[in-house]
Nanobody, 121 residues
Framework: QVQLVESGGGLVQPGGSLRLSCAAS????????MGWYRQAPGKERELVAA???????NYADSVKGRFTISRDNAKNTVYLQMNNLKPEDTAVYYC???????????????WGQGTQVTVSS
């Protein structure tokens, strides 16, 4: 079992910055990926950014050049640095962790409780 604890959400003005953190604990396997999803009212949850244990990252087109995902494997923590925030970034942001013990094992998925990010003037 893996537990995810998120922090860093809040209220920020357009053009401002926030840094989200997500710490994973429990039975962590080396083969894993962590990322951030977001969900606005009335919309489906969407991938924002993700990074694998070997450092490969990908981003949604809407956040490329503004957001940066990183991870500290020693701390089992993933970060999302969000710069030049826009009102359309307003959503609940969810940390996600998936892992498998062996390359041939099935993936196990875990979700954080979500943290609110509001971008408003």
């Amino acid at each position: 079992q893996v537990q995810l604890v998120e922090s860093g959400g809040g209220l920020v003005q357009p053009g401002g910055s926030l840094r989200l953190s997500c710490a994973a604990s429990g039975s962590i396997f080396s083969g894993n990926a962590m990322g951030w999803y977001r969900q606005a009212p009335g919309k489906e949850r969407e991938l924002v950014a993700a990074v694998t244990s070997d450092g490969s990252a990908n981003y949604a087109d809407s956040v490329k050049g503004r957001f940066t995902i990183s991870r500290d494997n020693a701390k089992n923590t993933v970060y999302l640095q969000m710069n030049n925030l826009k009102p359309e970034d307003t959503a609940v942001y969810y940390c996600h962790h998936k892992q498998r013990r062996y390359y041939y094992s099935k993936w196990n998925d875990y979700w954080g409780q979500g943290t609110q990010v509001t971008v408003s003037s």
